[in-house]
């Protein structure tokens, strides 16, 4: 297929300056550029010092407005987030979607705004542990991605993260056969929505991902890469993850 691994990392609301310390040790650790992408999405207000330090690293948002300026006081743009640095942005990730109620129409206009300024977007869907156990989960990724999915989607452009919500952060992984049928799902109905790019964007799956596991993770089908929380704050920690993915 030719997709090249990609371990992204979201700090989500954690990290000061004496945080990109991590950024320097990880950097360090690597004799040679690892054999995979590298993304790490820190607060905004890290996101142009994170670009000064990370040599290779691509630094991007958590999250962006659709609009590129105007009156949305403790917002920030996909053009503002350009101009710090930044080459991508998470959207639609579950805590946006439950902590801010965001619908699909929502994350897929902030997706549009991504590339409007250059960036990446790294779309997330995903399913409640109440959805799973209801049997729903299929279509509930489904529905998400039909939705929060726009047209001008590319491999360019466009990275897709599936994270099973209840598996963020609590330490339940579902099973290695749980995360192929999820993932070949998902393939398929890109192809039915995007036949032309849907070989070319990239799936990540991101759910308690660490050292550990990642490897078995990566070599999951059509799992290409992850989206990683806790273990990416520290440098020992997603160092693994980036071998993992550098190996797989």
């Given at each position: 297929m030719g997709r090249k691994k990609l371990a992204a990392g979201n700090w989500k609301m954690n990290g000061v300056k004496a945080s990109l310390g991590?950024?320097?040790?990880?950097?360090?650790?690597?004799?040679?550029?690892?054999?995979?992408?590298?993304?790490?999405?820190?607060?905004?207000?890290?996101?142009?010092?994170?670009?000064a330090v990370s040599r290779g690293i691509s630094i991007g948002g958590?999250?962006?407005?659709?609009?590129?300026?105007?009156?949305?006081?403790?917002?920030?743009?996909?053009?503002?987030?350009?101009?710090?640095?930044a080459s991508a942005v998470i959207v639609g990730h579950s805590e946006r979607r439950a902590d801010h109620g965001e619908s699909d129409a929502e994350v897929a206009a902030k997706a549009e705004a991504a590339w409007r300024a250059g960036l990446t977007a790294v779309i997330c869907v995903g399913?409640?542990?109440?959805?799973?156990?209801?049997?729903?989960?299929?279509?509930?990724?489904?529905?998400q991605m039909a939705g929060s999915i726009p047209a001008g989607a590319t491999g360019a452009n466009t990275v897709l993260a599936y994270e099973p919500v209840w598996a963020i952060g609590t330490g339940k992984v579902p099973t290695l056969e749980d995360i192929a049928e999820m993932h070949d799902y998902m393939r398929a109905e890109l192809a039915k929505s995007h036949?032309?790019?849907?070989q070319n964007i990239r799936f990540l799956y991101g759910g308690s991902v660490k050292p550990t596991n990642a490897a078995e993770i990566f070599a999951v089908s059509n799992v290409d890469g992850a989206l990683v929380g806790g273990a990416s704050l520290k440098a020992a920690d997603f160092g693994g993850i980036i071998k993992a993915a550098s190996e797989a």
């Open positions: 991590e950024i320097e040790a990880l950097v360090s650790a690597f004799t040679a550029p690892p054999n995979c992408d590298v993304l790490i999405c820190p607060p905004a207000t890290l996101v142009s010092a994170m670009v958590q999250d962006c407005h659709a609009n590129a300026s105007g009156a949305h006081t403790g917002d920030i743009s996909a053009e503002q987030l350009a101009d710090a640095g399913e409640t542990e109440a959805e799973r156990d209801a049997g729903e989960a299929l279509s509930i990724v489904g529905g036949p032309a790019e849907a």
